[in-house]
């Protein structure tokens, strides 16, 4: 057994591709198969299940997976400390919804980087259901997600939550609706909404804020496209407050939001793995990066910047502030 050979299995696992994992690692896709093939001899079971679509990870592939990677990393770690020039990168695939990325998901990859300079990070805008499906079957190591507070989660994941908040509307600092210190939902009706693509959570949301909504002129995948949208003027959109509070785009001067009249519903971040697999060093410093950065804002990130707000606004906001994490 070679170490070469569970690299060239991890990348097919990542990628689901014999041709894509040849390219990145700079071998003939023939030599690479090859190379897997004796591998499964060599363990005396089959780990790729091959098509005409791609490669995934059969049973046997996905329960020895953890280990092929814990034994890369130790390799790492062996040559890291014998001082070798190692080029072999190893990758950490988080899976996100792209939600609060300012308060938390760039400072947590941030800090990771500090104690891992040889690991990359590979961060993959997803919907909730691929997130789920890729954490199960290997391809995301962890994943980032919404839910609504009555939400059920997969048994079959540990789910920690990391940050609660509410939906807000989400306008440019010159819409009419800006001058409002909370939006009706029934104001929604009469303004061009841009919707999160179906599967994500805000769109469900939207749906259950509205009943039958309008058609929507718009779709976005995901929130930070959404804020991009509502700052050049193409309309509204609704979020957590999470993601939006100090984002560039706020602190720019361009966008805004205000919260949703008599509505009461709790959004929550959360950050989820398989619990069937025992997690790498890498893979587990980094849930536990994001689950310490979390608790860290306790004070939150979320609370609103009063400086600009009414007295009667900044009132509103104080008795409505919740801890940022469940206690």
Known sequence: MRIEQLEYLAEVARLGSFRRAAEEMHISQPALSESIRSLERELGVDLLERGRHGATLKDAGQELLPHIRAVLESVDRLRQAAGEQYRSIRVVRLGTVTTATVPLLTPSIREFRQSHAMTQVEVVVAQQDQIHNGILSGSF???????????????????????????????????????????????????????????????????????????????ADGAEMGKLMVA???????????????DPLEQRGLITWRPIADDSTQVKLVIQRARSRTPTRAVGDMHRIFVERARATRHWHQRPRQDHLSPLHQKHHTDLERPSIPT
Do not use: K
């Open 141 to 219: 190591d962890l994943g980032l997600v919404n839910y609504l507070e009555d939400d059920d989660v997969p048994p079959e994941l540990e789910t920690t939550t990391l940050l609660r908040g509410r939906p807000v509307v989400c306008m440019r600092v010159d819409s009419p609706l800006a001058a409002h210190e909370m939006v009706q939902a029934i104001e929604l009706r009469s303004e061009p909404l841009i919707a999160m693509r179906s599967g994500y959570l805000m769109r469900r949301y939207i749906h259950r804020l509205l009943g039958q909504p309008p058609a929507f002129p718009y779709a």
């Open 232 to 246: 050049e003027g193409l309309g509204l959109t609704v979020l957590p407050d999470f993601s939006v509070h100090d």
